[in-house]
């Protein structure tokens, strides 16, 4: 008799899980709170009892989204039901190499340049994961020659048990999803556990310049490499604007101002994969030819174009602080911030000690407008306003006499859209309607 899943959430990973288990022969039921989509050969669970909804299941997959600890998953473990998370599954039907990608910023930007590098150099190669390619999916379709450059959220990670990559990158660690993880601790915890299955055959990549990343040297098994823009080290590292790659020896790679990428924060992206490819054997001219053409993707500091001759810069990817204090330390003239959205419970009060001081105007609109302007310093150099919508705080900052204008929110889009990309689309709209002169 076949044996039976539930998976809990039907969104992108739990549509993939559901897919690779039925390939694999398995009968396939789905539970979601919100409005399901019941993928086709799946039988809806959604609103049962823990009892009804587990009756005959052998296996509870948990999509990302999904809280670990719910009453699902406590049944389910009463009942020794096993319990994992999509990545997991996928893992356990995967056989190419796999390359995981972790941190709180520039996962994404990481993950997409180092399968650029290695599709350049000849290699197979797949970006997958929390970039929005289900692992589950596709997993089980890829040969063991291929690569897998795996972008991992701590959702993804807080749920694996066996789950090793021969390569594991981790970019940088700032508080975020507060709204998950109850305390900083946690959450690293839950980064941290990209290395936990590694071995001395595998390697870990960290950032030397985060000081919660490098102290996760002294806790991994693997073989570990570093990147940094102010230390030279083992792995890669920049010197006299050069980028730079040492192992046994140091090997020039490319010049820091070729990347098309701007921003010392991509420029740290860049070394991460500089040191991944060149450990993976890629020759340092065909990373030098991917830096040259490479940028960023969309609503990543993404330039909109010019309002009353504003330039206007779409960072609608920004979902915490430390990304939008980046985009900010990334503007080169007077500039005004248009921040704000989901409240995730965070104060802003470091964020404004460290606001760079081209910032002259600060406008924020969405439902943590009140954390926000609680985190005000009692004393300030830059004007403070809060707006009753996104159009109105573009209207507000495009009339004003700064350089630049940056929308960069700091938090998560719930309160009022999707996800980033709606709203980084909503903001190009608005933009597009206030340059044409349409109010």
Not at 38 to 44: R, T
Not at 299 to 320: I, P
Not at 342 to 360: C, H, M, Q, W
């Amino acid at each position: 008799m076949n044996k039976t899943a539930l998976i809990m959430g039907t969104g992108i990973s739990g549509r993939g899980a559901a897919q690779l288990l039925l390939r694999k022969g398995w009968r396939v039921c789905v539970y979601d709170d919100g409005g399901v989509c019941v993928p086709a050969g799946c039988e809806d669970r959604s609103g049962l009892s823990p009892e009804r909804a587990l009756h005959g299941v052998d296996m509870l997959v948990l999509s990302p989204g999904v809280k670990p600890r719910n009453a699902l998953s406590e049944y389910a473990a009463l009942c020794g039901i096993e319990v994992l998370g999509e990545v997991e599954l996928a893992f356990r039907h995967s056989r190419g190499e796999i390359v995981a990608v972790t941190g709180t910023n520039g996962k994404t930007t990481v993950t997409l340049l180092l399968k650029e590098i290695l599709s350049a150099a000849g290699i197979e190669s797949y970006a997958m994961g929390n970039i929005g390619v289900s692992f589950a999916e596709n997993a089980d379709r890829i040969g063991e020659d291929a690569v897998v450059v795996l972008e991992l959220s701590s959702f993804q990670l807080e749920s694996i048990v066996d789950f090793r990559s021969k390569y594991a990158v981790c970019l940088n660690i700032t508080p975020d999803h507060y709204e998950r993880h109850a305390t900083f601790a946690e959450y690293t915890d839950a980064k941290r556990k990209i290395f936990v299955n590694q071995t001395s055959e595998d390697v870990a990549v960290l950032n030397y310049d985060d000081e919660t990343v490098r102290a996760f040297e002294s806790d991994i098994a693997s073989r570990v490499y570093f990147f940094s823009l102010r230390q030279k080290v083992r792995g890669c590292y920049i010197e006299s604007g050069k980028i730079y790659f040492c192992d046994e020896r140091d090997e020039f790679v490319a010049n820091a101002d070729d990347l098309l990428m701007r921003g010392e924060h991509n420029l740290a992206n860049a070394l991460a994969c500089v040191c991944v490819a060149k450990l993976m054997g890629v020759k340092s001219e065909v990373i030098e030819k991917v830096l040259r053409r490479f940028s960023a993707p969309r609503f990543r500091l993404q330039y909109t174009g010019e309002v009353n001759g504003k330039k206007v810069y779409n960072d609608s990817k920004a979902t915490n602080i430390d990304s939008t204090l980046k985009a900010c330390r990334a503007m080169k003239g007077s500039t005004v911030l248009i921040m704000g959205g989901y409240d995730k419970g965070i104060s802003y009060e470091n964020f404004f000690a460290r606001l760079p001081r081209t910032v002259k105007r600060v406008i924020v609109t969405g439902d943590n407008a009140q954390s926000i302007k609680d985190g005000l310093p009692p004393e300030r150099d830059f004007s403070f306003e809060i707006t009753p919508s996104l159009f109105d705080a573009a209207q507000r900052a495009c009339s004003g006499e700064e350089e630049i204008v940056l929308f960069s929110p700091s938090t998560s889009s719930f309160d009022r859209y999707a996800d980033f990309e709606e709203r980084g689309e909503a903001f190009d709209c608005i933009v597009g309607a206030l340059g044409c002169g349409r109010v």
